[in-house]
Structure formats: structure tokens, C-alpha cells
């Protein structure tokens, strides 16, 4: 199969790769572009590992075609944070111990960024309603909300 040109903006990088029309979007910024931090744990968009967002949107990116990202703005964990700064989630996570085998952790810290962006101070009910879509199979996700709830007061400047 004749494999298509696609370009795009990852992490706000403009990039190209070729696409199998048949790869998934996680395949593609896995073995074409090398950001590896999406995981695939199910393949078919039940556990959240692979989230990423496409042009605002968060989507699994088991469930989306590489050649769709063609002209798209993805937001993969690897832009999350700075070269030498973490970002406010990742250094919570951290701190809380709201990661054990990390497998989830990318995929997680995606969604709970995206909701922090559209939510800056979201409720325990909300946070857990957000990221249901999300498995974990470590922590039992208590670690992981207090986590994001303390992210989200520092990002509001609040103190701890």
C-alpha cells in the first residue's frame, strides 16, 4: 500500500512523516516521529493510554488514522513540560506518588491537563468523571486526584 505525506504540528513543531493509510496516529508519532510516552494498552480506546489531543480535542490516538493528523495541532506528554522545568501536573504526580508502574501516567496527565485548561478549579466528582476514560491498574486513583487538585490550586496561585 502506497504510504501517504503528512504534515502537521506536534508539540508545536511543524513535522512530516509518512502514513500507512492503515497506521493508527499512535503508531505514527511512536515509529515515525519517536515520541514514544503514548502507550498503547488496549488498542481500542477503553483504557486512555495513548491520549493525546488533536487540534484541542483529546482523543485516543489507538482510535484515530496517522493520515488524519494531516494539517492537525497534536499535543503529545513530551510537549507537556519544559526542557528543564516539569509541568505543575507532572511535578504533583511526583510528589503525591500518584504513579507506580507509570504505563497510564502519560495518557492521564494529557486528559488531566486538558481539563485543567478548561476547568482551572474542577470538583473531586469532576476530576474522576474526566478522567474515567483513563485506567489504572496501580494506584487506585485516589494518589492521582489529589494530585490534580493540587495541581490545579497551584496553577490558580493559590498557596498549598
Known amino acids: 500500500m502506497t504510504k501517504v505525506h503528512v504534515t502537521t504540528t506536534v508539540n508545536g513543531d511543524p513535522v512530516e512523516f509518512l502514513a500507512d493509510p ?11 516521529l519517536g515520541l514514544t510516552g503514548s502507550k498503547e494498552g488496549c488498542g481500542t480506546g477503553d483504557c486512555g493510554a495513548c491520549s493525546v489531543t488533536m487540534n484541542g480535542t483529546l482523543v485516543c490516538s489507538c482510535l484515530v488514522l496517522g493520515v488524519e493528523a494531516e494539517g492537525a495541532q497534536i499535543e503529545t506528554i513530551e510537549g507537556m513540560g519544559g526542557d528543564t522545568q516539569l509541568h505543575p501536573l507532572q511535578r504533583k504526580f511526583v510528589e503525591h506518588a500518584a504513579l507506580q508502574c507509570g504505563f497510564c501516567t502519560p495518557g492521564i496527565l494529557v486528559a488531566a491537563k486538558k481539563l485543567l485548561e478548561e476547568n482551572a478549579n474542577p470538583t473531586e466528582t469532576e476530576i474522576r468523571y474526566w478522567l474515567a476514560g483513563n485506567l489504572c491498574r496501580c494506584t487506585g486513583y485516589d494518589k492521582i486526584i489529589r494530585a490534580v487538585q493540587d495541581a490545579a490550586a497551584e496553577m490558580r496561585g493559590e498557596a498549598a
Do not use: C, I, W
Open 22 to 32: 492503515r497506521e493508527t496516529l499512535l503508531d505514527s508519532l511512536r515509529n515515525s
